[in-house]
């Protein structure tokens, strides 16, 4: 595949529209838990009862609740006790990526390995949150999650445009330029504006769009724009610190604003980098997750 012209581009990215809006739509319960979450009426036992209803997704939470990541000293038993523990935001978000990634599920084929690309996720949602809480960002469980889902727009590519994804790794080798400048250059559109479009289409809350639709372009960002410094800084300390592998090594500066907004010193950036390690190694049960 070569760069093309103007009119096939056009062409393409109009298909690829088509596609995302034939994606599947997240679980009828997860959509449900989203509505609830947001209503200050709803209980926690409403909450639960939302999520018995489906029993894989029960069974993954309390999984997740009870690992090493969360690290509580007693036994998480049923879906009630994990909301009052946990929280509605987590376990809104908890609903909403093993709801997403359901939707990607299948080996990786040549060229692109899942664990690796979802280990960068789990250690870029892991530094997003370190940030959050850092400048106490009104939600760290938000900055978590975006950063689980920011890179939502390659297993799309992936998944659904295979061959040419092929082509997009073997040309990020060959020109050495990051996965986002050569998907724009053979594709017309990075996976990061395919992302926003993913989470317009299932009414993803803004934060966490912020997070996948700026993630490399945040001085772009209007309304969330600390949750796309955020994503991004995660992302290339975790590039820095090589945790998992996301289709390219090329690792660009924080820019002033970014470290400005996000009071990123060398000291503070050093620590974030070693607390990093010791959570990593403690969120092995995310590392199961895209598995549903
Ligand atoms: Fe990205
Ligand atoms: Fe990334």
């Known amino acids: 595949m070569i760069e093309k012209d103007n009119k096939e581009i056009q062409e393409r990215i109009e298909k690829i529209i088509e596609k995302v809006k034939a994606l599947p739509t997240l679980s009828l319960v997860v959509?449900?838990?989203?509505?609830?979450?947001?209503?200050?009426?709803t209980s926690a036992s409403d909450l639960s009862k939302i999520i018995t209803v489906d029993q894989a997704l029960t069974a993954?939470?309390?999984?997740?609740?009870?690992?090493?990541?969360?690290?509580?000293?007693?036994?998480?038993?049923?879906?009630?006790?994990?909301?009052?523990?946990?929280?509605?935001?987590?376990?809104?978000?908890?609903?909403?990526?093993?709801?997403?990634?359901?939707?990607?599920?299948?080996?990786?084929?040549?060229g692109f390995?899942?664990?690796?690309?979802?280990?960068?996720?789990?250690?870029?949602?892991?530094?997003?949150?370190?940030?959050?809480?850092?400048?106490?960002?009104?939600?760290?469980?938000?900055?978590?999650?975006?950063?689980?889902?920011?890179?939502?727009?390659?297993?799309?590519?992936?998944?659904?445009?295979?061959?040419?994804?092929?082509?997009?790794?073997?040309?990020?080798?060959?020109?050495?330029?990051?996965?986002?400048?050569?998907?724009?250059?053979l594709i017309g559109i990075?996976?990061?504006?395919?992302?926003?479009?993913?989470a317009e289409k299932w009414n993803l809350p803004i934060e966490l769009k912020a997070g996948i639709a700026y993630h490399h372009y945040p001085e772009q960002e209007k309304d969330e724009q600390v949750?796309?410094?955020?994503?991004?800084?995660?992302?290339?300390?975790?590039k820095q610190k090589g945790i998992g592998f996301a289709g390219d090594d090329i690792i660009e500066p924080i820019s002033k604003e970014g470290r400005l907004l996000l009071n990123l010193d060398g000291t503070y950036e050093e620590m974030i980098m070693n607390s990093l390690e010791t959570e990593i190694k403690e969120a092995e049960a995310f590392f199961n997750m895209p598995q549903y």
């Open 60 to 110: 993954k939470v309390l999984r997740l609740a009870n690992s090493a990541f969360y690290g509580f000293p007693f036994r998480i038993q049923n879906i009630a006790h994990a909301v009052s523990i946990l929280g509605f935001d987590t376990i809104r978000n908890l609903a909403l990526t093993v709801s997403v990634y359901k939707i990607f599920t299948g080996e990786g084929k040549e």
């Open 227 to 238: 949750m796309a410094y955020i994503i991004n800084a995660a992302n290339i300390l975790c």
């Open 190 to 198: 990075d996976h990061s504006e395919l992302g926003k479009l993913m």
């Open 113 to 185: 390995s899942h664990q690796e690309f979802w280990k960068h996720c789990v250690g870029v949602a892991i530094c997003a949150s370190l940030l959050a809480k850092k400048i106490k960002y009104k939600s760290s469980e938000a900055a978590f999650t975006a950063g689980l889902l920011h890179d939502i727009g390659k297993n799309f590519f992936e998944q659904y445009m295979h061959k040419e994804y092929v082509e997009v790794f073997k040309y990020v080798k060959d020109n050495k330029v990051p996965v986002y400048e050569a998907e724009k250059r």
């Open 31 to 41: 959509a449900k838990v989203i509505q609830v979450v947001s209503n200050p009426l």
